[in-house]
T-cell receptor
Framework: DAGVTQSPTHLIKTRGQQVTLRCSPISGHKSVSWYQQVLGQGPQFIFQYYEKEERGRGNFPDRFSARQFPNYSSELNVNALLLGDSALYLC?????????????FGDGTRLSIL | GESVGLHLPTLSVQEGDNSIINCAYSNSASDYFIWYKQESGKGPQFIIDIRSNMDKRQGQRVTVLLNKTVKHLSLQIAATQPGDSAVYFCAEHYGQNFVFGPGTRLSVLP
């Protein structure tokens, strides 16, 4: 069975540009969450989506936005990129959005800002 | 002890020994916990979970212990193998999302 898939795997952008990252959840999973992982640290929560609605948001600026599509896939958009946005962006899926649901991660998109 | 940023706490163990990785979590109201393993260039891989109404749960070669009194979580790995070398994260479910600890690097010595 396919796990969580993310694209692209690597991306290089310059300051001020915009980026869109994509995620396909595990088949049957309806909830998708996005995390940012800076080198040497644990993942930090950005968004959770369930049934195309935002169900949770972390402490990130409005430059970060996301959406979920009817097939439960998701996109993360980041505008006006800053050097500090360089990180590994992880997508995780779970069956539902409630607690007590294990989240399963993809291998992430490595975003580098020059 | 714990540290943040680029200096991950490191645990070195001999192959075949047991490993114990510790985690102090933040919120007494957290109701669900997960241990993840992250290898270089990969996303976090689910290992084992535990709900707050339990204090111990066992999987294949792994055991998670939860002490809610002192907000402490531990992961025990039996008969540690070279393939267990990775960074291990605990994650607590609090509010609407998971909060991850800073991670511990496990290094398995031959």
């Amino acid at each position: 069975d396919a796990g969580v898939t993310q694209s692209p795997t690597h991306l290089i952008k310059t300051r001020g540009q915009q980026v869109t990252l994509r995620c396909s959840p595990i088949s049957g999973h309806k909830s998708v969450s996005w995390y940012q992982q800076v080198l040497g640290q644990g993942p930090q929560f950005i968004f959770q989506y369930y049934e195309k609605e935002e169900r949770g948001r972390g402490n990130f600026p409005d430059r970060f936005s996301a959406r979920q599509f009817p097939n439960y896939s998701s996109e993360l958009n980041v505008n006006a990129l800053l050097l500090g946005d360089s990180a590994l962006y992880l997508c995780a899926s779970s069956l539902f959005h409630r607690a007590n649901q294990p989240q399963h991660f993809g291998d992430g998109t490595r975003l580098s800002i020059l | 002890g714990e540290s943040v940023g680029l200096h991950l706490p490191t645990l070195s163990v001999q192959e075949g020994d047991n490993s114990i990785i510790n985690c102090a979590y933040s919120n007494s109201a957290s109701d669900y916990f997960i241990w993840y393993k992250q290898e270089s260039g990969k996303g976090p891989q689910f290992i084992i979970d535990i709900r707050s109404n339990m204090d111990k749960r066992q999987g294949q070669r792994v055991t998670v212990l939860l002490n809610k009194t002192v907000k402490h979580l531990s992961l025990q790995i039996a008969a540690t193998q070279p393939g267990d070398s990775a960074v291990y994260f605990c994650a607590e479910h609090y509010g609407q999302n998971f909060v991850f600890g800073p991670g511990t690097r496990l290094s398995v010595l031959p």
